[in-house]
């Protein structure tokens, strides 16, 4: 971390900041440049915060060095973590396809889109029992009931279930019935919410606010691994913008983002980054090209009597269209990393 | 609510739609436009969501012409609401205070800035217990030791308090010792912990999400009135944006829309809203003068010792000079809307 | 177009409104609800603006129900426009490739690299004589004498050229060098500049700005359509947002609704969207993938020398490397889409 | 200027970096941390680019410790600038209220709404015979006739005039019949038009781009100075954000920034900022009490007739009356400030 002085800063002053920072245990280097110093703060500065230097009327600027989160960082564990859920990997370099309703409306609907979406090839299967509504006049979930029936069809179809958590109150209930547990945009930064997490070595899908920087997301995953649940898969699923033509605006470039400064699966949720059906399949093939280790798609078989989100929802013969697509893109892809990869092993050979 | 069908939409499909509608106990009239046909529904649709009529391929577009929220809204409740905390008034045309520290760090640290913000003429004492903080390293407050400080402090200086509720499991304790409860930013779309506030009838300050829209906002309001409480205090602390120079961006434009839409008052955290103690004072005056029902701001004495947000923390002497400038400010708006307000009462007459 | 009135407007206010419409040439339907009345206005509404109406204080609400926008729009013209550039055509299925340095540097450096993008199978060779920068400090191009080794360079290497035009004042003098006009995101909304590319026939390379809806950018391809040339290519570049790891965020939906709204021809600039060279090849191969009519890239042998965005300039190689992933890419997604064409021929014969 | 370097450079990677910026004329100090090394640049780093550093795969981060603009910054001019219009200064403590019609539609309606503002105290009066419009159909404007009667307005009133400028074509044109040119945000960085700005001494009021940051704000201000014309004013009309309940968002804090980091005086736009008539009294108030220099109002007497803006321009009578309201507030801040400068010095003295 990096402190710029304002001009004009008093011997005095800086060392009384100096002083501030060694009691904070880290060692301070100073830099005096034409008419400003700065200080280089070294030690363990990952837990220290910008902020805390702020409030002192001679800094002008503080500049982080390395990054707030420790646990989530590639820089603490270089290869790709990947996480288990039954007999399917997430984040070994396969595609991941979570599919199924947006939320669980009934027996009869929940199997016949089981049903599909197994057949399709999904991985894991989706379905909300409680769910975020924006109005409290919408249909809020079934509640247990609709764990009980997701649980059901993930052991009739043998596939492994994903449905969100909204509340510490129903963690038990949640994490009994399922084998994935989603935290929702609008619960990324419950911290509450986060801390219980580490209750559980459940796999947790952590979907982006939608309006959090790449920090702040991989803060959030910290928040659960710091807690005691290392298994994190992160979610991007659309950003808020001015463009209103999506419901969201999907921000791609994240997945080469979370790459590059973590260890963590990421997967796309081309339904709510879009908003609508249609370009879901487009969108998906340019979120596998781009490298991401997964897609969460919403599917439903009467999308226009769907009790929600039915204007993003795929029916089941679209779907299988596009899993059929997505996998060419991916085995293109695939392909072209592993020689990537020998060649980065050749190139590395060849330096020492 | 509006429902404009793409141009060749055949009658069947047409009729399959309006028949849909009926089933909501909604009327429907038709305009036919050169190529395309508009629906009209009819009756109450504030409970019915655009995205029903999207999963239809037959449907362009909705426009709501209703808000979606009703006890929120002017229309349900024309005259300012006022929310009564102790013996103070909010909403009824004076200014409110709210003034303390970000975080309880001690009783010495609450008590001497308890003193001096009461002293200033603050209405009511601010501090926070459970903290949400980006990182799972900082400070994460003194839990229910703070919020016993907290009602101490209030008794003896007999001063309402305010302190932030992040989850239903503190809700009895928290509810417990505090006035008012304030539900921060990170939780406006935290639906279980709205509707767990309609268990009290203590003012519950809501703040605005930093990616919420004025409808978002309002409906979260919803939320809580609709569980059984209908104090709610709106609280506008500055959205996201591209603008990096202040921590957010203060949209000040918002007292006005609440002002319209609602019946709800609404007070400005200047100190949120631009992260410089240097801004607050300016701000504050700008609130003001645009005609906020109050203002909340952190006060610390000694900022840049504070566990947190100490830059964005004013000096108690900075705080009495603010209180007495925004006053003046007041006062010059208040005659003028009294003024307003006659005229306003006398061209009623005239057109009656 | 659709006029909300407000709830109380009188039958009087409402007859005024409805003349003022019909003085416009238009048509008027009413449709009564249970509290306010809703106006249809039929003829030729896409030259008729929203404001034109939000002046009365009965009008709560303007809708739009045609765009604002002929020539651009799909309506107009149902089958997708192509661009012929010298022997190259844009927006036939085909997957354009506009390649070279951001700024002309030297006749050494853009030679170097001319050779090398048109070995790597480059359709268009690009290159800046004027260039946009914030800082007036900053190396401003090398002006005509750039554009002078721009068509030399085109003509050796038998490639068609492309350049950014800033300013009417040079409108002649880059016209009569390159092959088509770049128009960079800044000037997106330069109205003056955007009726002067109507005096030419030449192919129009029209960047959206980095806060512009896109209807927005439309209405600019429109001013260039309606001044007389119909020659224009749009280009997505990224929009600014809050996020700051990538320059810009890019907005690949951007493509699926060009698609659908207008038929001209859309490319995406991953140098100028991502900031980030490590980004371009992953990005490139989501854009293809997810439909556009081509790609826009920065290459630089010496990027750590270039005079303006090195950061986000390939070297030969990697972009070398780089077309081939793309052509696998755009291999797959054609393929299936000429399948798609046929099913969708298909269908069409069976509903006739 | 601070370069901080990837763990891992070798020490020869990092001696080319050294001379390359040694190479700028710059000097370099070294900062070792515990892994990572820290280069500061000392010398004329005002006109260095970040991106020229980051083409080297081994620089991290760069961070900028003096701003990028000179002539425009609060260090290279201490005092305010007071920029002269006329008999009026902009910039000196007193409040300047710029005020007329958007666009000039004919004799009759520019002379009375002229009349009226000079009337209320309006010190310049505003036209546009020029006209951005998002559409090619819409009015562009009435051209040097307009020019024409707006000189002969601002000769009959004895009123100094403003018009905006959209083109190096018109330059000629407009600077002979106009006081102050007014450069409109979507030109904010059209370089070509900015440059041009420097053949003339007149006053030049300069919007912020829709989405400009302030850094970028400044530098546009600096290209215009370094062109040759000092008397630059700024202009803030609101930034594109998500929410649409206001046309823009209005940044009031943009006025503190401008204070701290320059000279140049800042005059508010609340017409474009909000984009409704209703709130425009509301808003003025909030920038005259933030501090600003003026204000930019758009006045018409039948906006319900405007050929352009209507929705969101002021009656003359509700001009009248916000601008005793205005007044008001500025006398109460401007008397509050007087007293705090009093204080400054004060304190001034007891430091020495």
Redesign the interface.
Known sequence: M?I?LKQGTTLEEKRKIIE?VEDMGLKV?I????S?S?L?L??ET??V?E??F???PHV??V?R?KV??KMASRAFHHTDSVIRVGKHNIGDGSLTTIAGPCCIESREQLFTIAAEVKRSGAHILRGGAYK???????FQGMGEEGLKLLREAGDQFDIPVCTEL?????FELVESYTDIIQIGA??M?????L?KLGSTQKPILLKRG??A??E?FL?SA??IM??GNPNVILCERG????????RN?????????IK?LSHLPIIIDPSH??GRW??IE??S???????CDGLMIEVHHE????L????Q?LKPEKFAKLMN?VR??HD??HE?KKTSDTESVAILHAVI
């Open positions: 990096i710029v501030n280097k830099m005096k440049g034409a400003q700065i280089g070294i030690g990952a837990k915060e902020s805390a702020f409030g002192s002008e600027k500049v060095i707030p989160y975020p509504r924006t109005s409290p006049y919408s909204m509340s510490t109150d129903e609008r619960n930064q419950n911290f509450s919410l801390k939608m309006s920087t790449i702040e803060m910290e928040y710091a807690s950003i808020r913008t001015f463009e209103n033509y999506t605006t999907l921000d791609l470039a994240v997945v080469c983002a590059e980054a879009t249609e370009l487009p969108i093939k340019a979120a596998v090209a781009v490298g999308p226009d009597k769907a929600s989100d039915g204007p929802s697509r060419h893109i293109v892809c072209e």
